[in-house]
């Protein structure tokens, strides 16, 4: 089984910070990486996938990278709507998808 | 509009049974594997299965091995969870999920499961 794992848990930054939040899987996933928004009592929401490419219409503020076990998202210049939990997901296989345990990123 | 709309949860004794339904609308259905990905309360997302365009291919997380089964009917542009021997862990809200490959594009608001005595 892959194992996905987010740090940090949570995260205190201010409107315009720049934020970066790691996804680190436990074997190889090439770049079957996908970064989901979820505000609370909504679904969520694609941000990025294959690891670096933007979902239409999300702010090109969002930003992805890495591959192999390391990956990344980036937010340039935090906006007040930015602020919700973050999840990545590895879909390597189609037999297994597993995300990570997500990313509380907190108005300091 | 592209839209997915669950139903069918509920509050349900342990070891009973639930069936959910998600249907879409807005898009090509039948073009996209189809998940049902869940998140008990305050706790992350938990993917539990998924289905291939033509429902030749079923995949389960191991935790729902045995008693949940996955299907569609791309004809009603719906998707389906049959849950039995439901277990108070199981209380989660349900999500159906959905995209072109593993990416999750599309999603649904949720439909509540509780299961308590």
């Known amino acids: 089984d892959i194992q996905m794992t987010q740090s940090p848990s949570t995260l205190s930054a201010s409107v315009g910070d720049r934020v970066t939040i790691s996804c680190r899987a436990s074997q190889t996933i090439s770049n079957w990486l996908a970064w989901y928004q979820q505000k609370p009592g909504k679904a969520p929401k694609l941000l990025i996938y294959k690891a670096s490419t933007l979902e239409s219409g999300v702010p090109s503020r969002f930003s992805g990278s890495g591959s192999g076990t390391e990956f990344t998202l980036t937010i340039s210049c935090l906006q007040p709507d930015d602020f919700a939990t973050y999840y990545c997901?590895?879909?390597?296989?189609?037999?297994?998808?597993?995300f990570g345990q997500g990313t509380k990123l907190e108005i300091k | 509009e592209v839209q997915l709309e669950e139903s069918g949860g509920g509050l349900v004794q342990p070891g009973g049974s639930l069936r959910l339904t998600c249907v879409g609308a807005?898009?090509?259905?039948?073009?996209?594997?189809m998940s049902w990905v869940r998140q008990a309360p305050g706790k992350g997302l938990e993917w539990v299965a998924n289905?291939?365009?033509?429902?030749?291919?079923?995949y389960y997380v191991d935790f729902v091995k045995g008693r949940f089964i996955i299907s569609r009917d791309n004809a009603k542009n719906s998707l389906y969870l049959q849950m039995e021997y439901l277990r108070a862990d199981d209380t989660a809200m349900f999500f159906c999920a959905g995209g072109r490959l593993g990416e999750l594009s599309l999603w649904g608001q949720g439909t509540l499961v509780t299961v308590s005595p």
């Open positions: 997901q590895q879909y390597n296989s189609y037999s297994e998808y597993t």
């Open positions: 289905v291939k365009q033509d429902g030749s291919e079923k």
């Open positions: 807005g898009f090509r259905f039948s073009d996209y594997w």
